[in-house]
Nanobody, 126 residues
């Protein structure tokens, strides 16, 4: 059974840091690209960051501006993390981890991502 289970998130103040985690199991995710997206109320789901299945290629949304770092570790399962620094109120949204099928390419659109976590809320107060 494919599962992406997220943890982390919460309410922080502007300038604070936060780490989101996502544990992927049941789908051979050690060879799957993974990503983070976010969605604020009334807005479309937005690309945040992605990492290829090797872990050597990373890319970020333009708004990240060096503040976030995506990483992954594979043991029995694959754990994806998003380290977020210098958070701004504009970063407030529900954040989702996602995965594509084995050895797929990274997509900056949410549509091709087949597997999704349950979402976790990040709220940044000013």
């Amino acid at each position: 059974q494919v599962r992406l289970v997220q943890s982390g998130g919460g309410l922080v103040q502007a300038g604070d840091s936060l780490t989101l985690s996502c544990v992927a199991s049941g789908g051979g995710f050690s060879e799957a690209p993974m990503a983070w997206f976010r969605q604020a109320p009334g807005r479309e789901r937005e690309f945040v960051a992605a990492i290829d299945w090797v872990g050597s290629y990373r890319d970020y949304g333009d708004f990240v501006k060096g503040r976030f770092t995506i990483s992954r570790v594979t043991d029995r399962n694959t754990q994806l993390e998003l380290q977020m620094n210098s958070l701004e109120p504009e970063d407030s949204a529900e954040y989702f981890c996602a995965a594509r099928p084995l050895r797929s390419s990274i997509s900056y659109s949410s549509a091709p991502w087949e597997y999704w976590g349950q979402g976790t809320q990040v709220t940044v107060s000013s």
